[in-house]
């Protein structure tokens, strides 16, 4: 008679072993969910706010599938088929000739119940075709209007992040869906019926959050790109979690913009008041940001720009950190070495932190150089905020490094504090930068970064 083998007992450590390999191969990527049992139509958003597309609204067969402005349009009104297709124009989001390999492009295609068609979407916001096992990828992370849209293996990258039609769910209450993922790129804001192109980096966030802004405006001849990597604010960005817009500003000068700065800028150009309201009224919807939390910082004349914003846009911005360029208003035609008082007039109370060099030669420390952009020192600014905001007390001086001072005026309306870091060894730098721009020295006895950041941290807008 035969007998059955002998089993060794299961020892509760090897249980233990077993169901940790198990969940382990279970939670390698986010699970895949169906599509909503009803089927849900409109736009797919990704990547600097653009939408998948098809090109020229085209219906053929093999019509190439596209990132482009969002426009309305039916060549952009997806549905999500319960039968896992994703269909527009009456024709299915194909993976060309059935390719599984990296690279291969979408297209266009009748509809066939083929793998190529067939979409599943994952919680964190990326589109896998089970098929190939790969993830639809807009190439590089472009945000040019005709970028191809492919497949690619999974990645992290903003690029694979897709905002899907919902089919009217409800978010819970406070909550924010972004259009714009995490990542470093380029995105359209609208204003005086043209577009520009605004450089925008959103850290990682937690599922519904919003999160403050920090406005970096560029110096004088550079640009919004260029001003984000002087500054280097990326990384504080990503420790801190704020979304850093970096736009450019409009009349040419040398190689790069300088900005209109009211009453300053010859007029004629564009308002850059209204477009940077304009900039943070895009971003609040697209990146889902919190409207309390709004911040401005800049350099030289950005930081000029950034001086006006707070004349001009206290209702939205919450404080401001100009460095190279704190401004209260224009220099008074009648006497350059004071503010206008008509020129700045901010409808509240509004936080300054300031930091400028005392070598600097471009907008010097104690006054002096253009007429009409400077002239008045640093001091006499910063004592303008300080009579506009109230202050009662100050200015308060800290000896804080070997060549760094701090001033400060409180007890001011709404608790609206005016700061000022003084660098005795200073130029026409940026603290804390790891860039020489060839304008004096640059301190690392303070990081301006994290110095205005946890300024903006304490004053919210009320």
């Not at 119940?113 to 589109?127: R, V």
């Not at 005795?424 to 301006?448: C, F, L, M, Q, R």
């Amino acid at each position: 008679m035969s007998r059955s083998p002998m089993r060794t007992p299961l020892t509760a450590t090897a249980l233990a072993s077993a169901l940790a390999v198990a969940a382990a191969l279970l939670t390698v990527w986010p699970a895949p969910t169906a599509f909503a049992a009803a089927s849900a139509t409109g736009p797919i958003t990704g990547v600097g706010g653009k939408c998948v597309d098809i090109a020229a609204s085209g219906t053929a067969n093999g019509t190439a599938v596209q990132l482009y402005d969002c426009n309305g349009s039916a060549a952009q009104q997806w549905t999500l088929g319960t039968d896992g297709t994703v269909r527009a124009l009456g024709k299915c989001l194909d993976v060309t000739g059935q390719g599984t390999a990296n690279g291969t492009r979408l297209q266009l295609w009748d509809c066939n119940g083929s793998g190529a068609q067939q979409w599943t979407a994952e919680s964190d916001g990326h589109l896998k075709n089970p098929q190939s096992g790969r993830y639809l990828d807009a190439p590089g992370g472009s945000t040019a209007n005709g970028t191809r849209l492919q497949i690619y293996d999974r990645n992290t990258n903003a690029w694979q992040v897709w905002h899907l039609p919902d089919g009217g769910t409800t978010p819970p209450p406070g909550s924010c869906t972004p259009r714009l993922g995490s990542g470093e790129y380029d995105t359209p804001v609208t204003f005086g019926g043209k577009t520009y192109q605004v450089r925008v980096h959103v850290p990682q966030r937690a599922a519904g959050a919003r999160l403050p802004l920090v406005l970096d405006l560029h110096g004088s001849q550079s640009t919004g790109p260029g001003q984000l990597t002087y500054s280097n604010l990326a990384p504080t960005a990503d420790a801190n979690g704020f979304v850093v817009a970096a736009p450019t500003g409009v009349v040419p000068s040398g190689s790069g913009y300088i900005w209109n700065v009211p009453d300053v800028t010859p007029s004629g150009t564009r308002d850059d008041v209204g477009f940077l309201r304009q900039v943070i009224d895009t971003l609040t919807d697209a990146a889902c940001l919190d409207s309390r939390r709004i911040y401005a910082t800049g350099y030289s004349g950005g930081g000029r720009m950034t001086s006006a914003l707070g004349c001009r846009l206290s209702d939205r911005i919450a404080a401001i950190a100009p460095v190279a360029g704190l401004r209260a208003g224009r220099p008074d035609p009648a006497d350059g070495t004071r503010p206008d008082p008509a020129n700045c007039t901010p409808s509240r109370a509004l936080p300054v932190i300031a930091f400028h060099g005392q070598q600097d030669g471009t907008n010097p420390y104690n006054g002096g150089g253009d007429a009409t952009a400077w002239h008045y020192s640093v001091p006499v600014a910063q004592q303008r905020w300080a009579s506009l905001n109230g202050c009662t007390a100050g200015p308060a001086v800290t000896q804080v490094a070997t060549h760094v001072q701090r001033s400060t005026y409180s007890a001011c309306r709404g608790g609206a504090d005016v700061v000022l870091y003084t660098i005795s060894d200073g130029g026409h730098t940026w603290p804390g930068s790891p860039y020489d721009n060839g304008n004096g020295k640059v301190t690392h006895e303070i990081d301006a970064n994290s110095v205005m950041w946890g300024f903006f941290q304490q004053h919210p807008l009320a």
